[in-house]
């Protein structure tokens, strides 16, 4: 049972431009989501993250929308880089309940930046 | 400030044995997650640690167990291994009431 799902496997964009990843989740206990980066063989490394209370965080490059009414978020990366190249992974978690504590995350999309 | 700490970072073993990985979490930080990262899978949670107390376990049989030590150290367990245990085992560890997460760089387990 997937409860977080990011739908694109894969994105490719050219250096310079709007980079945007989505991410859908179906569990309304979630109230806080988080984006991570990841480069292979190694841990993911937390990018940005937004609570439930706001519609839009933003840090430097990095910004993320949340519509709690579509249960969807997106990862804006403005301007890509090429070492924006990774896979990014959507989590979430539910602050309270039997999974305190519990992240979930999606699959990943493989985002590629070309020069 | 020391980031999460994993060792060892690789591990060959044959299926049959079982098999220690250990965690050191951010200082300061009492709450130790594990999880297993699969390329058919993705990041599944195994379960997770705060005081010494398992919270709350993710989906896996027995064989996968683990513990926290009182200096908040923790360790993961695998017994009877099989060829599906090879994985990417992440460990994460987190403030009291913290919502973000730190991983480690993980420990590369594979079962031959």
């Known amino acids: 049972d997937q409860q977080v799902k990011q739908n694109s496997p894969s994105l490719s964009v050219q250096e310079g431009r709007i980079s945007i990843l989505n991410c859908d989740y179906t569990n309304s206990m979630f109230d806080y989501f988080l984006w991570y980066k990841k480069y292979p063989a190694e841990g993911p490394t937390f990018l940005i993250s937004?609570?439930?209370?706001?519609d839009k965080n933003e840090d430097g490059r990095f910004t993320v929308f949340l519509n709690k009414s579509a249960k969807h978020l997106s990862l804006h990366i403005v301007p890509s880089q090429p070492g924006d190249s990774a896979v990014y992974f959507c989590?979430?978690?539910?602050?309270?309940?039997?999974?305190?504590?519990?992240?979930?995350f999606g699959r990943g999309t493989q985002l590629t930046v070309w020069p | 400030k020391a980031g999460v700490t994993q060792t060892p970072r690789y591990l060959i073993k044959t299926r049959g044995q079982q098999v220690t990985l250990s965690c050191s979490p951010i200082s300061g930080h009492r709450s130790v997650s594990w999880y297993q990262q699969t390329p058919g899978q993705g990041l599944q949670f195994l379960f997770e640690?705060?005081?010494?107390?398992?919270?709350n376990k993710g989906n896996f049989p027995g064989r996968f167990s683990g513990r926290q030590f009182s200096n908040s150290r923790s360790e993961m367990n695998v017994s009877t291994l099989e060829l599906g245990d090879s994985a990417l085992y992440l460990c994460?560890?987190?403030?009291?009431?913290?919502?973000?997460?730190?991983f480690g760089s993980g420990t590369r387990l594979t079962v031959v």
């Open positions: 989590a979430a978690s539910a602050g309270r309940g039997s999974t305190l504590g519990r992240l979930y």
């Open positions: 937004i609570s439930s209370i706001k």
């Open positions: 640690y705060f005081s010494e107390t398992q919270r």
């Open positions: 994460a560890s987190r403030q009291t009431g913290g919502r973000g997460y730190t």
